[in-house]
């Protein structure tokens, strides 16, 4: 985290943090993008790990029924066969399995995650490569499929299209939505599946980054919490609103908005407005 974050960027990170994490067009290159804008530099990954936190705590909130039903079922079918084929205790065990490969490769890929891959020229690329990827699942995904589809096959590739979001500008809800409705899903159970699947990754990565910016003497906790808080609310409002989008409307909006935002990013940074790192 860069420690010289102030209370006005605390506020405006929180603010973009809760406005695009659930939306499929990237929190981690909007924070950057904004950041750079500004002149205040990366606020760094660890930032934006733990204001995460905030924005999967409107997601605990919001699904809390979801959660808790899912966790009782799960947990008693460890001892009671019978109720190993219901659908909240698959779903315990597709939520795990889904988990893996982000926590795979983000372990294995750490250091190029908070280093190289927090380049302009990528994110820029990214943003227009999954808008359009997007689009296309949008269009063409049958949207025949309801979360009690849910086998352990797509429970696995759902996992490996949120890995992809580890690249900033990919979008975690949008690399796993996409990959949803490219498996047939409808936006409704992609986008809610897509929630739900990254409640222990963004939880387990703002933990361990907080872990590590509390050895720095320097680290600002009182602005780092304020963007949290603010990203919270923010955050739970998108969630409900976007639950409502999909049920009657499409993803073009963002898929536009994607390739917009990336080309003028690209723009920005062929004239040398907009330094690359």
Do not use: C
Request: net charge positive; charged share 15%.
């Amino acid at each position: 985290m860069d420690t010289g974050v102030s209370w006005f960027e605390a506020v405006v990170l929180g603010v973009v943090q809760g406005l695009t994490e659930f939306l499929p067009i990237s929190s981690s290159a909007h924070i950057l993008i904004v950041s750079r804008l500004f002149g205040w530099g990366d606020p760094g990954a660890a930032f934006t790990a733990v204001s995460q936190i905030g924005t999967e705590a409107a997601v605990l909130i919001y699904f809390r029924k979801d959660i808790g039903r899912i966790l009782s079922t799960w947990t008693r079918s460890l001892r009671r066969p019978e109720l190993r084929g219901e659908l909240d205790a698959r779903m315990g065990w597709y939520i795990i399995i889904g988990t893996l490969p982000i926590a795979i490769i983000g372990l294995t890929f750490a250091n190029w995650i908070e280093t190289a891959a927090r380049n302009l020229w990528l994110v820029a690329t990214v943003l227009i490569v999954f808008g359009i990827v997007l689009g296309i699942a949008d269009r063409w995904g049958p949207k025949r499929k309801e979360i009690d589809s849910l086998g352990v096959r797509d429970g696995l590739l759902f996992g490996l299209g949120q890995a992809l979001a580890l690249i900033p500008g990919v979008s975690r809800s949008g690399a796993t939505i996409s990959t949803g409705l490219a498996l047939g899903y409808s936006r409704y159970a992609a986008t809610r599946y897509a929630f739900l699947l990254a409640i222990p990754a963004v939880l387990a990565s703002g933990l361990y980054e907080a872990t590590k910016i509390g050895d720095d003497p320097n680290v600002q906790w009182g602005q780092t919490l304020v963007a949290t808080a603010i990203a919270l609310v923010i955050g739970y409002l998108v969630i409900a609103w976007l639950i409502r989008w999909v049920t009657t409307r499409s993803y073009l909006p963002f898929v536009i908005y994607r390739v917009v935002l990336g080309s003028a990013l690209l723009v920005l940074l062929a004239t040398g407005v907009l330094a690359a790192t």
